[in-house]
C-alpha cells in the first residue's frame, strides 16, 4: 500500500466554481505537507506548504492539514481555465533531508 | 537566474545503452535530487545529494549511478538502460525556508527517455 493516496482524477469543475483536492496518507511521522502544480509537460511548481495541523491561505488556495485524521486537502476558489493542472501532494517527516512522498496527481479541467 | 536546468528534454535509446542525462542549477542549493514520474506511481526518488561529493539513494536506485563534484552539477547516468527504465525523469535542487524544517523543491522541466 502507498504510504500517500491520491484520487487520479480527472476532475472537471466549470469556471468560478471551487476545486476540492485531497490526500490521505499512512505515516504519522510526517509534519510538512507541500502541493505542487504541474502543467502539462512541465516539471512541478510548488503552490504552498504547511507544517502540522491547521489551514494556511495564500491568494485563491487554501491548504488544510487534519493531522488525527491523516487527511490534507488543497481548495481552490473561483477557478480558472488556467487552474487546468495535475496537483500534486507531498509531505516529509521533516528530519535533516526532508525526503518526500508524493501522491500520484490529481487532474482537474475547469472549464469555460 | 535559471533555476534547474536539464538537458537533453527528449532521448530515444536502445536496449543496453547507457547515457547520462544532465542537470545543473544556479540558485546555490545544496540538495540536489532526482525522480521518476510514471503514470499512476507519482514521483519516486531515485538518488539525493546533500552536497559536493555526497549522494545517496532513494527509493529506486537501481540501474542508475549518480556523483555530484560540484554544487551546480548533479548527472544522472543510466548503466545499461531496460524498456522499464521509460520514464520521465526530473531534477530538482531544494532548500529549507528560514525556520522551517521544510524541505521545497524546485525542479527542472523533466527529461522524457524511452527505452526500446
Known amino acids: 500500500q502507498k504510504e500517500v493516496e491520491q484520487d487520479p482524477g480527472p476532475l472537471s469543475v466549470p469556471e468560478g466554481a471551487i476545486v476540492s483536492l485531497n490526500c490521505t496518507y499512512s505515516?504519522?511521522?510526517?509534519?510538512?505537507f507541500m502541493w505542487y502544480r504541474q502543467y502539462s509537460r512541465k516539471g512541478p511548481e510548488l503552490l504552498m506548504y504547511?507544517?502540522?495541523?491547521g489551514n494556511k491561505e495564500d491568494g485563491r488556495f487554501t491548504a488544510q492539514v487534519d493531522k488525527s485524521s491523516k487527511y490534507i486537502s488543497l481548495f481552490i476558489r473561483d477557478s480558472q481555465p488556467s487552474d487546468s493542472a495535475t496537483y500534486l501532494c507531498a509531505m516529509s517527516a521533516g528530519d535533516s533531508w526532508g525526503k518526500l512522498q508524493f501522491g500520484a496527481g490529481t487532474q482537474v479541467v475547469v472549464t469555460p | 537566474n535559471a533555476g534547474v536546468t536539464q538537458t537533453p528534454k527528449f532521448q530515444v535509446l536502445k536496449t543496453g545503452q547507457s547515457m547520462t542525462l544532465q542537470c545543473a542549477q544556479d540558485?546555490?542549493?545544496?540538495?540536489m535530487s532526482w525522480y521518476r514520474q510514471d503514470p499512476g506511481m507519482g514521483l519516486r526518488l531515485i538518488h539525493y545529494?546533500?552536497?559536493?561529493?555526497?549522494?545517496d539513494q532513494g527509493e529506486v536506485p537501481n540501474g542508475y549511478n549518480v556523483s555530484r563534484s560540484t554544487t551546480e552539477d548533479f548527472p544522472l547516468r543510466l548503466l545499461s538502460a531496460a524498456p522499464s527504465q521509460t520514464s520521465v525523469y526530473f531534477c530538482?535542487?531544494?532548500?529549507?525556508?528560514?525556520?522551517?524544517?521544510?524541505?521545497?523543491?524546485?525542479f527542472g522541466a523533466g527529461s522524457r527517455l524511452t527505452v526500446l
Open positions: 530538482a535542487s531544494s532548500y529549507s525556508p528560514a525556520g522551517s524544517g521544510a524541505n521545497v523543491l524546485t
Open positions: 540558485m546555490n542549493h545544496e540538495y
Open positions: 504547511t507544517y502540522s495541523s
Open positions: 545529494s546533500v552536497g559536493a561529493g555526497i549522494t
Open positions: 505515516n504519522s511521522a510526517f509534519q510538512y
